[in-house]
């Protein structure tokens, strides 16, 4: 049972990806996902605290490399630019589209995952935010650009993962941050 | 039991909030609000769908008044003033102050009705966005400036229920707006 599995997370996440897919991740359990990669339940839980841990463990990296990104980026940007070098990170997580693209049909069918996803969104806005008052950013302007920030992510994620969408994230990203510039100057 | 009780909707939910406000959400019954009320657990029934719907019954009218003013916004205003004129009918049904206040407060202390509250104005979001779609603004500028709005919306608000502020919620959006502006022009 201790004995080493190779690639076993991986295994593991492909198998509660495929089975979520399929039969909708209420239906699937622990024990199918552990069949179905050929390991035991017990290895699951060596990997992931839960079921829903196979869809959102990547959270936390996605938020520290954000905020570290923007702690970092040059003290004279203002707010919306230091923003910019975060999201600019970000894109370099997002690489695998195919991933991201059945990742957010599971989340989308299920409505306490879609919960979960918002609550993971409002804390990195939130974590952004304190981010950018830690820069010396007053207040309204760090929590609206730190809001801005992740519509901008949500808006190009929404379109990056679209059927026939060939650009990549951060070039998509670029475009919102554009976009949004021009509407709010009212062109 | 059928008799008409004076203003037995407000007495329940005033009697609701302040126990939610006391005890907590979870730890309040409808037997306890409708004792308090001094009515009847089924007038409460009568009244509301269950213990959530008296924090949220307001979100459906003001949904409807935030996509009919800007769906009836003079047409040759771009999206972000279409936006700005559906914030400020939402400044018109928002004048209470310190219920606005209490209600935040037991939301945030409790997940569950969080959750909600996110889920709610996800879909704000959403509607504003194809209401701005129906003005014929092209993708991602509707999305954008929907989100933006509802940015607007959510940071105005927090400062509007903090404990000092005197400002009103609109005059509070309007700058949030123009904040919103100035750091998306990188001023």
Same mark, same amino acid.
């Given at each position: 049972?201790?004995?080493?599995?190779?690639?076993?997370?991986?295994?593991?996440?492909?198998?509660?990806?495929?089975?979520?897919?399929?039969?909708?991740?209420?239906?699937?359990?622990?024990?199918?996902?552990?069949?179905?990669?050929?390991?035991?339940?017990?290895?699951?839980?060596?990997?992931?605290?839960?079921?829903?841990?196979?869809?959102?463990?990547?959270?936390?990296?996605?938020?520290?490399?954000?905020?570290?990104?923007?702690?970092?980026?040059?003290?004279?940007?203002?707010?919306?630019?230091?923003?910019?070098?975060?999201?600019?990170?970000?894109?370099?997580?997002?690489?695998?589209?195919?991933?991201?693209?059945?990742?957010?049909?599971?989340?989308?069918?299920?409505?306490?995952?879609?919960?979960?996803? @918002?609550?993971?969104? #409002?804390?990195? =806005?939130?974590?952004?935010?304190?981010?950018? /008052?830690?820069? $010396?950013? *007053? &207040?309204?302007?760090?929590? @609206?650009?730190?809001? #801005?920030?992740? =519509?901008?992510?949500?808006?190009?994620?929404? /379109?990056?993962? $679209?059927? *026939? &969408?060939?650009?990549?994230?951060?070039?998509?990203?670029?475009?919102?941050?554009?976009?949004?510039?021009?509407?709010?100057?009212?062109?």
């Amino acid at each position: 049972m201790g004995r080493w599995e190779p690639n076993a997370r991986g295994r593991l996440e492909q198998a509660a990806m495929e089975l979520y897919g399929d039969r909708g991740f209420d239906q699937t359990t622990v024990a199918e996902i552990a069949e179905r990669a050929g390991l035991t339940e017990r290895t699951f839980f060596r990997h992931f605290a839960d079921k829903r841990e196979v869809l959102f463990w990547g959270a936390g990296a996605l938020q520290d490399g954000l905020v570290s990104a923007v702690a970092g980026a040059p003290a004279q940007l203002g707010p919306m630019d230091a923003v910019a070098a975060g999201l600019e990170v970000i894109g370099g997580y997002m690489q695998e589209r195919e991933r991201s693209r059945r990742r957010q049909h599971i989340i989308a069918a299920n409505p306490e995952l879609l919960e979960r996803e @918002l609550i993971k969104l #409002a804390s990195l =806005s939130a974590a952004l935010a304190d981010t950018l /008052r830690g820069r $010396g950013v *007053t &207040e309204p302007a760090a929590s @609206l650009s730190a809001e #801005a920030g992740i =519509s901008i992510f949500k808006v190009a994620f929404e /379109r990056w993962i $679209g059927e *026939t &969408e060939e650009r990549d994230l951060r070039q998509l990203m670029r475009e919102s941050l554009e976009e949004l510039r021009a509407v709010t100057a009212g062109r």
